[in-house]
Structures are given as C-alpha cells and as structure tokens.
C-alpha cells in the first residue's frame, strides 16, 4: 500500500512539472491569440508644412480629409472592385482545383 502511494505521488509530481514545463517553455507550439492590428486609411497628399522657425520643435499637424460622401463613395467603389477581383480569383482557384 505504501509503495502504490508513493508512485502515485510521483506520477502526480511528474505530470505536473511536465505540463508546466511544456506551457512556460519558450518554443511553445500553441498559438496566442492576438488582436488585428487596426487598419489605417490612407490620406491624401497635402501641400508640405512650412519650416518651423529655428528653436521649435518639429511638429505635423495631418488635416482630416477624405470624409466627405464623394469620398467615401469613391472608396465603396474601391472596394466593390476588388471584391469582384476576389470573387473571380476565387472562382479561378476553384476550377482549377476541381479540374484536378
């Protein structure tokens, strides 16, 4: 009875310095789920800033632009444009994987 006990308990001491070798090893093959990186939209090109005078720190100020509806229309167009060309990859793809 004494010696089951004691493979038991080691049984439990070694599975629990496995799994916690295996979750705080560096290599790990499990992946870590991260959060997208937030997409910026790009603006358009403005007239450079003028120099600041000797003395002051460099600093950009960016106007808003590009939130106008023709703008915003335009960008929606955009899109619609390269889903189609995605949809048509796509069908691309398909077919040559189905003629296979």
Do not use: R
């Not at 290599?27 to 120099?51: I, R």
């Amino acid at each position: 009875m004494k010696k089951a006990i004691i493979i038991i308990v080691a049984v439990i001491i070694l599975g629990g310095g496995a799994w916690w070798y295996f979750n705080n090893s560096a290599g790990s093959a499990a992946p870590v789920a991260t959060a997208p990186a937030p997409l910026v939209p790009t603006q358009k090109a403005t007239e450079p800033a003028a120099p600041a005078p000797a003395g002051t720190p460099n600093t950009v100020t960016i106007p808003a632009s590009g939130s106008t509806d023709a703008d915003l229309s335009q960008e929606a167009a955009a899109v619609d444009m390269q889903m189609s060309g995605l949809n048509s990859d796509n069908t691309s793809a398909d077919n040559g994987l189905n003629s296979q």
